[in-house]
Nanobody, 117 residues
C-alpha cells in the first residue's frame, strides 16, 4: 500500500507562484516515476510533469518554462514549483507514483489550485 500526501494548493493571482509537495509512504527508489497530473472541471485528467528515479523530467507543453518538478529522495518527496500561473492552470492537482513491477499507479487525494483575480 502506498500513500501520497499532498500539500501546497490554494488561491493565487495570475502571474503568481505556488509550490506543491507530495510525500510518499515508501522510498522514492521504489517508483519508476513520480509526478503531477491535473484535472480541470469538465476535462480529463492530464499530465503536468514527472520525474524518473534516474532524474529525467517530462513536462506538458502548456507548462514548459513555467513549472519545475524536483525531488528530495531522502524525504521521499516530490515538488512542483509553479510560476507565472495563468487562469487556465486552475485545476485539482494530483500526485502520482508509478511502479513497473507490477505496473501500478498510485494517486494522492488531490489539492485545489485556483488562479484568479
Amino acid at each position: 500500500q502506498v500513500q501520497l500526501l499532498e500539500s501546497g494548493g490554494g488561491l493565487v493571482q495570475p502571474g503568481g507562484s505556488l509550490r506543491l509537495s507530495c510525500a510518499a509512504s515508501r522510498s522514492f527508489s521504489d517508483f519508476y516515476t513520480m509526478g503531477w497530473y491535473r484535472q480541470a472541471p469538465g476535462k480529463q485528467r492530464e499530465l503536468v510533469a514527472t520525474v524518473t528515479r534516474g532524474g529525467t523530467t517530462n513536462y506538458a507543453d502548456s507548462v514548459k518554462g513555467r513549472f519545475t518538478v524536483t525531488r528530495d529522495s531522502a524525504k521521499n518527496t516530490v515538488f512542483l514549483q509553479m510560476d507565472s500561473l495563468k487562469p487556465e492552470d486552475t485545476a485539482v492537482y494530483y500526485c502520482n507514483a508509478f511502479t513497473i513491477a507490477p505496473p501500478s499507479d498510485y494517486w494522492g487525494q488531490g489539492t485545489q489550485v485556483t488562479v484568479s483575480e
